[in-house]
């Protein structure tokens, strides 16, 4: 209807553009009285009259003083017959100079033929493009069930390599095995090696797994068939799996190739979750999918990429042999890769001489690729609000602080005695950090609001860590319960402000008793069965394996974790209760402290022994 509705409004422009055109040209442009034939026979006896044009039915009387008139006759009656009807004398006729307009092809057109044409052809463009739309509509009926995969053509020009993706060494290293698959299967074939099928790339969101599959692509130089996993469902049964036939039989017609399926966890579900049973749409979509896979030629160079961060999640039959049976996992970038990704980003911007991306990838621990082009996009953004040409490191630390926290809130209006409890609150957090050995170095101390958080204290660890003791985890829940001690030593009761800090120390202890098993008295066992349950759209991630006396022993070992947090907080605290005040005076006055100026403060960090 609101197509039909449409339409009626342009066909309505465009008729009332012609009727507009067709007045113009049929319109004189000289506007003239029109007057009796006994006027024009006054005139011509009074010798008014110099010059009389003939046009059809009208004529066009032009009078000695310049003045125009118009006089219509009947159809079929000539000029001379008129005049000699009404008696003029012939020598005063004679005086008259008589022109007769030829009346031209076009204007005939126009005033005879063009009033009844222009109908009739508005009528039928207007049921041409009615058919139009009906006929559009059955083809998108018929091709509703058709894949919609974009097809990236790997040309020169645009084509992405793994030269283009840095970091993630082991996982190029794996898929270099299917680009020789893809470029030379003549080899593999007879040897009788038969290559995975099904690629699974598993990695954190952000960490490149859709670029790494475009690489692939790129170095094997084969077409690149791109679909999400929620693209294929609809609200239509059936829909999903035809269009899994169409996927599969266009990646056929243009082999060798590779179909990339991305969020593959939308359709590749564990079947039987829901309250569908088998027989709803994701399911069948499942279903076609292993059967299209399965049913690949023994020589066939297709190649099946998937990528997904929710592995827990797929349905089994997607990961035995012959289907996804290849998984190449996709680690967070350690602080090597994090400075390549920043110098890959970092080619088409004007970074100033005196950036170091050695220190920007060394404040980003734990960021994903994603993280850092993101970081560099906003401090570009941040370069041009200051109308600067260059991006210096001020840019780039703001737009890290910008990505982690949020934005500066330089509005907000705090009164002193708040601002006084920020520092001390933050004050509290940088000093035990910093003298804990296991705790991360400071690099920044702000009371300065941001997003949420009334200020801030960032930290970063000196080099990754892929494994980490119990010791580490209590001097962090140490840390953590630092601006809550503070406030309750300085001013006698605590604020909200600590609230964040309290259910993350509590969340960590519950991890070392529930899940790391780091408990002396609880022994070296987990607690609670995670797994996803599915339920009118809930998900519950952890069932209860143990009883309820055990319940109450793990509540013990918690507090007892964050007691033991809070005696080192204390300790350290109390030792060094100048310095703290110190770091206050700094906060109150400057409201931010960067890394060097703090260590002029407190001195160098302690070294673990």
Request: hydrophobic fraction near 45%; charged fraction near 30%.
């Amino acid at each position: 209807m609101k197509k039909l509705i449409q339409n009626f409004l342009v066909f309505f422009v465009i008729f009332l553009l012609i009727a507009a055109v067709f007045s113009a040209l049929t319109d004189s442009g000289k506007k003239s009285q029109i007057v009796g034939i006994e006027e024009l026979i006054s005139h011509i006896n009074n010798d008014q009259v110099s010059e009389i044009v003939i046009d059809g039915n009208k004529l066009n009387i032009s009078l000695r003083d310049s003045s125009q008139i118009i006089v219509l006759k009947e159809s079929g009656e000539s000029l001379s017959d008129l005049i000699r009807n009404y008696q003029v004398d012939t020598e005063k006729v004679l005086a008259v100079k008589t022109i007769v307009k030829q009346e031209s092809s076009w204007a005939y057109f126009l005033v005879n033929v063009a009033p009844f044409l222009f109908p009739f052809l508005i009528i039928g463009f207007f049921i041409f493009f009615m058919m139009r739309g009906v006929q559009g509509a059955n083809n998108r009926a018929i091709s509703f069930g058709q894949s919609s995969a974009k097809d990236f053509k790997a040309d020169a020009n645009n084509r992405t390599t793994f030269k283009d993706v840095a970091g993630a060494k082991e996982a190029k290293e794996e898929l270099q095995e299917i680009v020789e698959f893809l470029k030379f299967p003549k080899k593999f074939h007879e040897l009788g090696a038969k290559i995975p099928r099904g690629v699974l790339l598993l990695g954190a969101p952000g960490t490149g797994k859709t670029l790494l599959a475009r690489s692939v692509a790129g170095e094997a130089k084969v077409p690149f068939l791109h679909m999400s996993g929620s693209e294929f469902v609809e609200m239509f049964v059936g829909v999903g799996a035809s269009r899994v036939r169409s996927l599969f039989e266009k990646a056929k017609k243009v082999a060798p190739c590779i179909i990339f399926i991305d969020e593959i966890d939308a359709v590749g579900r564990r079947r039987g979750a829901g309250l569908g049973g088998s027989h709803d749409e994701r399911e069948q979509t499942l279903n076609q999918i292993l059967v299209e896979m399965d049913g690949f030629e023994p020589t066939q160079n297709i190649i099946v990429i998937a990528a997904t961060n929710r592995p827990d999640v797929l349905d089994p039959a997607l990961l035995r042999p012959g289907r996804f049976d290849r998984r190449v996992m996709i680690d967070l970038p350690d602080l090597k890769d994090r400075e390549d990704i920043l110098s890959v980003h970092a080619r088409k911007k004007p970074l100033a001489k005196n950036v170091d991306l050695k220190k920007i990838a060394a404040r980003t621990a734990g960021f994903s690729g994603a993280d850092l082009a993101n970081i560099l996009n906003e401090a570009a953004i941040l370069a041009a609000r200051e109308n600067k040409k260059e991006i210096v490191n001020e840019h780039l630390f703001e737009a890290i602080e910008k990505v982690m926290i949020g934005p500066e809130r330089k509005s907000r209006v705090i009164n002193d005695k708040e601002k006084k409890i920020t520092a001390y609150h933050e004050a509290g957090h940088a000093l035990v950090s910093h003298f804990l050995p296991d705790a991360d170095p400071v690099h920044k101390v702000s009371i300065i609001s941001r997003g949420s958080a009334g200020g801030y204290t960032l930290k970063a660890p000196s080099e990754d860590k892929h494994m980490h003791s119990r010791s580490e985890f209590i001097s962090e829940i140490a840390v953590l319960l630092a601006g809550h001690l503070i406030e309750k030593k300085i001013f006698g009761e605590v604020t909200t402000g600590a609230t964040s800090d309290l259910r993350r120390a509590t969340a960590l202890a519950r991890s070392l008793v529930t899940d790391y098993g780091m408990s002396d008295n609880l022994g070296p066992r987990t607690y609670g069965e995670k797994e996803e349950m599915i339920f009118l759209g809930r998900e519950i991630h952890e069932q209860r394996n143990y009883s309820e006396r055990t319940a109450e022993r793990i509540d013990e070992e918690i507090s007892s974790f964050i007691k033991q947090g809070e005696n080192k907080a204390v300790a350290i605290i109390e030792k060094h209760q100048a310095v703290l005040e110190k770091i206050v005076e700094a906060l109150l006055a400057k409201e931010t402290i960067e890394k060097d100026e703090f260590e002029l403060i407190v001195g160098p960090k302690p070294i673990v022994a």
